[in-house]
Structures are given as structure tokens and as C-alpha cells.
């Protein structure tokens, strides 16, 4: 970006249209951050001075489409938007509502836990960090990378055959709903397969604008074009079950947490356009959007009314029993620093092997469902061991669903969901994504 002023300085203004200098300054940064994902780096980038036209010509430059990346690398691109009473005069005061509204329109979501990471592409989270003293926009681009054997969406996510949401985009919907049922047991795990198959959809919109502009596919496009069937509807029935899940309470603290935090984001977004229609003396739009932000409202309320559930795996005791006796030698391993330990330390030092082969064992088991090793902290926090210890001893029965058993956090049966209606709203999980 500081190459695109010096260019921009350099030639007499008069010779410049506002065009040109929006092309140059939104050229200069679409480079940057491209080279930077090749290099596998995650960049830093300042928007002062940026105007509407410059952002959302960077947004599309960039974003549009997967951007080529360094092998097994998820891109993070930073963005300064603004800051404290030092820097604000830098930043035009709209650039945060400029730059989210440019990435929704290139297909980003809000997601205020998106990280870099495979499941995360095509999200975007706004920070504020008070140390600093600056707001930043992180941006987690779709990427490309050129990997053999693997079959790349132009959402820019690479699937094998083996991979679940390849599985679930390929095969018939009957089988498609099985499939969610058996290996997607949580709202968490649901949610992680639809932001994948979301981000396969775009794919496929993106190969059939090809196909109807005569355009030729490679072979792994038609591959993935022939392969895929009735995506839109499988994301609608998905969509439903997450919808179901909530108004049914049927969600982990974890989950709980994170559903409140993205509707209390969004609430705030509300705010700022509330404030931004009284100055434009828009009343109709304020009545919508406090209508909007009473529903948000209720979702919260709806969410935090009902008490959270608990999950619990097999084997969930022995495996901290065995985690506990490997990290006691380990630590005793440690502790000989490369001397030559007793016979009886010797003898117990050798168990580690088998203690870490059984270990790997039971955590592959075909019991794991889709996504849990992603999804772990919000399904079973660490913290909650004293508590998951007390409820195991009733845990030994019980129905089987993927491996999984569920029982209310608090005392009681949780309802089947005959009483889930009084307090429900209509579509809670719709507020967690578009606006």
C-alpha cells in the first residue's frame, strides 16, 4: 500500500481520474496480501485513507475468488479500520461498515470465533484491542492450494474422496440425513459440516456460471461437477436441524457462550446502524432494525432460558487414567536428563509406548464423530472433569449415537421438546450468519 502512494504521488494530480487512483491503491494491496499467502505469512494491512471505492475494489481484487496459497496454509489478513483519538482523523469514520458490507457481498460470514483454519474460510471477525488502541477487521480468506490427488472447489477448499463434506455433498439426500444423524451428534458438529458444504456450494455456483457461459472445465472440475447433488437442499435440511437444536435446547454451555456472543455482536452492528438512520432521520428503517434487534433480544433469552446439556464419550474414564499415568513417566523421564535411571524407573518408563498406542486407540475410534477433535472445547471443556466424574457412574447405559451419551447439566429429564415452542422464535440460527 505504501507503494501504491508513492506511484500515486509521483505523477501530477491532474493527470489522475478517481478511478485510476482507486485501481492503483486497491492494485497495490491486492498484491500484497496474494504474494503474502504464496509466502505463506499472514500480513498486517492499513486501511488510512481508503474510501468506499478504494475498499470494496480491494475486497473484490482479493477476495472475489480463492486466492493461490502456500501448500497447507489459511490465509489471515489483518486490516487496521480504525482507532482511539490518536488515530481516528486516519480512517474515514464508515470504513468498518464499508469493509464488512464489501466482504458479505464476496460471500464472507461473520463469525466472531474464525480463526485460520480450513473450516474458517470465507469468514471475517471485528476486533477492538484496547491495549493498542486500534479496530481491526481479520479477514480468513478461501485459498487454492495446488495439491495432488485432491479435488479443489473454486471456494478454494481442498477435498479428498475420504473427506466427510465430500461425502455428504456426493451422495443422495436419504442417505445424506443418515449421515448427519449418525456422525454429527452436536450443534457444533453440524455447524462445522454446513460452513464446509457452504463453501462447496460456492464452488459449484462458481463451475455452473462456467458452464453456462460455454466455458470448458479441467478435469477435476468436472469431476466435482458430476459428482455433486442436491447440495442446496442438504444445506436447507442442515440448516433446519441447527434451527431444531436450539429451540429445543439442545446445546452444550460451550455452545451456549457462542451463539450469545455472536447475537451480542450482532446487536451491536444494529446499534451503529440505528445511530447511523437517526442521523439520516430514516424512521422506517429504525423501526426495522429495533424490530430486528428485539428478536436478537429473544434468540439470546431463548438460548440462556434453557439449562445446557452434557456430553460424555466412551472410555472417557480410562482414557484420563491413562493420560494421568503417561504424563507421571514422562515427567520421570524428564526428570533423568539423559542419566541412567534405577531398574525400577527403567522398567516403569518402558510401559510409555503401550500406554501412548492405547491411547491412540481409543481417541481414533470409530465412535468419533465428524469434526470432534474441532469442535472438543465446546463439547467438553476441560475444566468440567469434577463434574463429568460425579454424572459417569449413571452414564454405562444408555443409547448409542456415535459413541455419544447425552443428559441434562441439571437435575430432571429434558423435555423431548413438546414444551420447546413457548419461548422459541422462529429462525434463531438465521441472526448467526447474514444480517
Request: charge should be negative; hydrophobic fraction near 35%; charged fraction near 30%.
Amino acid at each position: 500500500s505504501r507503494g501504491a502512494r508513492r506511484i500515486v504521488r509521483a505523477r501530477s494530480r491532474s493527470s489522475w481520474t478517481d478511478e485510476d487512483v482507486c485501481g492503483v491503491m486497491a492494485s497495490a494491496m491486492v498484491d500484497e496480501i496474494r504474494a503474502d499467502a504464496l509466502d505463506g505469512k499472514n500480513g498486517e494491512y492499513d486501511l488510512a485513507g481508503f474510501t468506499r471505492e478504494w475498499t470494496e475494489a480491494l475486497v473484490r481484487g482479493a477476495f472475489a475468488e480463492a486466492m493461490p496459497a502456500k501448500r497447507g496454509f489459511y490465509a489471515h489478513a489483518k486490516f487496521v479500520v480504525g482507532g482511539g483519538k490518536k488515530t481516528r482523523a486516519k480512517y474515514d469514520d464508515e470504513l468498518l461498515k464499508y469493509l464488512t458490507s464489501a466482504l458479505r457481498d464476496v460471500g464472507f460470514e461473520d463469525d466472531r470465533g474464525a480463526s485460520a483454519c480450513d473450516a474458517c474460510q470465507g469468514t471475517y471477525k471485528y476486533q477492538h484491542d484496547t491495549d493498542k488502541d486500534l479496530k481491526y477487521v481479520h479477514a480468513f480468506p478461501r485459498v487454492s492450494h495446488a495439491e495432488e490427488g485432491a479435488e479443489e472447489g473454486e471456494g478454494g477448499t481442498m477435498t479428498t474422496n475420504a473427506s466427510p463434506e465430500y461425502r455428504a455433498c456426493t451422495c443422495d439426500l436419504e442417505e445424506f440425513e443418515q449421515l448427519v444423524q449418525m456422525y454429527t451428534p452436536s450443534f457444533s458438529q453440524k455447524r462445522a459440516l454446513l460452513r464446509r458444504m457452504k463453501i462447496m456450494e460456492h464452488a459449484l455456483r462458481a463451475l455452473e456460471e462456467k458452464v453456462i457461459a460455454m466455458e470448458t472445465l479441467d478435469a477435476r472440475e468436472q469431476a466435482m461437477y458430476d459428482s455433486m447433488i442436491e447440495v442446496a437442499s442438504k444445506i436447507e435440511f442442515l440448516q433446519s436441524a441447527l434451527d431444531d437444536m436450539i429451540k429445543k435446547g439442545r446445546l452444550t454451555k460451550g455452545e451456549q457462550d457462542e451463539i450469545v456472543e455472536d447475537l451480542s455482536l450482532k446487536l451491536q452492528d444494529i446499534d451503529l446502524m440505528v445511530n447511523e438512520a437517526n442521523e439520516e432521520g430514516k424512521t422506517k428503517k429504525i423501526e426495522a432494525l429495533l424490530a430486528k434487534k428485539d428478536l436478537a433480544q429473544k434468540k439470546i433469552d431463548s438460548v440462556t432460558g434453557k439449562p445446557p446439556i452434557v456430553y460424555t464419550v466412551p472410555h472417557e474414564r480410562e482414557l484420563a487414567d491413562l493420560k494421568k499415568e503417561l504424563n507421571s513417566l514422562k515427567k520421570l523421564q524428564s526428570q533423568a536428563k539423559g542419566k541412567l535411571m534405577s531398574g525400577a524407573d527403567a522398567a516403569k518408563c518402558a510401559k510409555i509406548p503401550a500406554l501412548e498406542e492405547r491411547i491412540a486407540n481409543l481417541e481414533g475410534s470409530d465412535d468419533k464423530g465428524w469434526y470432534e477433535d474441532e469442535c472438543r472445547d465446546l463439547l467438553f471443556p476441560p475444566k468440567a472433569a469434577p463434574v463429568a466424574k460425579a454424572k459417569t457412574v449413571s452414564a454405562s447405559g444408555g443409547s448409542k449415537n456415535a459413541g455419544w451419551l447425552t443428559k441434562a447439566k441439571t437435575g430432571g429429564a429434558r423435555p423431548s421438546g413438546g414444551k420447546s415452542g413457548a419461548g422459541a422464535v422462529g429462525n434463531p440460527f438465521a441472526m448467526l450468519g447474514d444480517e
